[in-house]
């Protein structure tokens, strides 16, 4: 069955702390990947994806994310967090051409200290 | 960019009533879109595929009986929740993607909460 794997619920970090959030997938076939983020109350937005090509990809406000093939896995990063990247992640798989049909993961609260 | 929106943002209603979504492209033509539902403290599921102008596509385990979708244009997809139960209460969120693009990003609603009691 396919699936999505966050390895953390919640992080804390200080400001300029570095982030890591981890997304594994389980899927028999060709994916795209996606990071999206929501912030409170608002909507979900997309922060980057993967769909062919260079392997590290480099989204909004600072993120990048690097697809393991080998791994399955397509893990989050920021060198710098700030207070304002406060929000919850969610990584997100789709079959190749199956378009906007998405099994997310089951995201990472991520709260920024000041 | 292509934006999304959903009404109501939020709607209580009382257990036995139903309770309409609306899901509206505002700027391109959706021949297809999606319904998510997420509980508190938890992951979007994907509940069905709207398809406009045929029968939605329900996942395994949604009652189709229970969350009627219409799809009766290319920017609008209602999700109605029929004798909605206190269970039913939910974020209910949908997105749509550009016709044709199948590998491209698909854009999300601002959802609705719905609280039923």
């Known amino acids: 069955a396919q699936s999505v794997s966050q390895h953390n619920h919640h992080v804390i970090l200080s400001e300029a702390a570095s982030l890591e959030l981890g997304c594994n997938y389980s899927?028999?076939?060709?994916?795209?990947l996606f990071w999206y983020v929501q912030y409170p109350g608002q909507h979900l937005q997309l922060l980057l994806k993967?769909?062919?090509?260079?392997?590290l990809v480099k989204g909004i406000k600072g993120f990048e994310a690097e697809f393991i093939k080998s791994k399955f896995s397509f893990n989050l990063r920021k060198p710098s967090v700030q207070w304002s990247d406060t929000a919850e992640y969610f990584c997100a798989v789709g079959a190749w051409n199956q378009g906007g049909k998405l099994i997310f993961g089951q995201g990472t609260e991520l709260s920024v200290k000041p | 960019g292509a934006v999304v929106s959903q009404h109501p943002s939020r709607v209580i209603c009382k257990s036995g009533t139903s309770v309409k979504i609306e899901c509206r492209s505002l700027?391109?033509?959706?021949?297809?879109m999606f319904w998510y539902r997420q509980f508190p403290k938890q992951s979007l599921m994907l509940m069905a595929t709207s398809n406009e102008g045929s029968k939605a596509t329900y996942e395994q385990g949604v009652e189709k009986d229970k969350f009627l979708i219409n799809h009766a244009s290319l920017t609008l997809s209602t999700l109605t929740v029929t004798s909605a139960h206190p269970e039913d209460s939910s974020f209910y969120i949908c997105s749509a993607q550009r016709p044709g693009q199948l590998n491209t990003e698909a854009f999300f609603g601002q959802g609705t909460r719905l609280t039923v009691v």
């Open positions: 700027d391109f033509q959706a021949t297809t």
């Open positions: 993967y769909f062919s090509g260079d392997p």
């Open positions: 899927y028999g076939g060709t994916v795209n």
